[in-house]
C-alpha cells in the first residue's frame, strides 16, 4: 500500500504562482494530479509517466501548469503559474501501480492523497 502526502497549496492573487508537491511513500509508476471544486466533478489536471517520457495536461490548464517527477524521492510536482480564480479547487495527487498506461480518468489511478486547498482570489 502506497500512501501520499500532498503539500504546498494556499491562498495566491490572480496571476500568482504556487508549487505543489506529492511525496509517494513507495515506488510508483503512472502519476497524476485531479482537481475538485465546491459542488463539481473531480476533474483531471495533469498526468506523468513512469520514466517522465509522457506528460499530458487539460486543455484549461496546458501552458500555464507543470508536472515533473523526482523518482529518487518518490516525489511529483506540480508547477502553477499564471493562476487564475477558476483553479481554485482542492488538489488530488493521483498515483497507479501499472506502468504501462497515463490515463486521464480518476478510477485508474489506485491511490490518492488526501488533498490540498488552492484558492486564487481576484
Known amino acids: 500500500q502506497v500512501q501520499l502526502v500532498e503539500s504546498g497549496g494556499g491562498l495566491v492573487q490572480a496571476g500568482g504562482s504556487l508549487r505543489l508537491s506529492c511525496a509517494a511513500s513507495?515506488?510508483?509508476?503512472?502519476m497524476a494530479w485531479f482537481r475538485q471544486a465546491p459542488g463539481k466533478e473531480r476533474e483531471f489536471v495533469a498526468a506523468?509517466?513512469?520514466?517522465?517520457?509522457?506528460?499530458y495536461y487539460s486543455d484549461s490548464v496546458k501552458g500555464r501548469f507543470t508536472i515533473s517527477r523526482d523518482n529518487a524521492e518518490n516525489t511529483v510536482y506540480l508547477q502553477m503559474n499564471s493562476l487564475k480564480p477558476v483553479d481554485t479547487a482542492v488538489y488530488y495527487c493521483?498515483?497507479?501501480?501499472?506502468?504501462?498506461?497515463?490515463?486521464?480518468?480518476?478510477?485508474?489511478?489506485?491511490?490518492w492523497g488526501q488533498g490540498t486547498q488552492v484558492t486564487v482570489s481576484s
Open positions: 506523468i509517466s513512469w520514466n517522465s517520457g509522457g506528460t
Open positions: 513507495g515506488r510508483t509508476f503512472s
Open positions: 493521483a498515483a497507479r501501480q501499472s506502468p504501462f498506461r497515463t490515463p486521464r480518468t480518476a478510477n485508474e489511478y489506485d491511490y
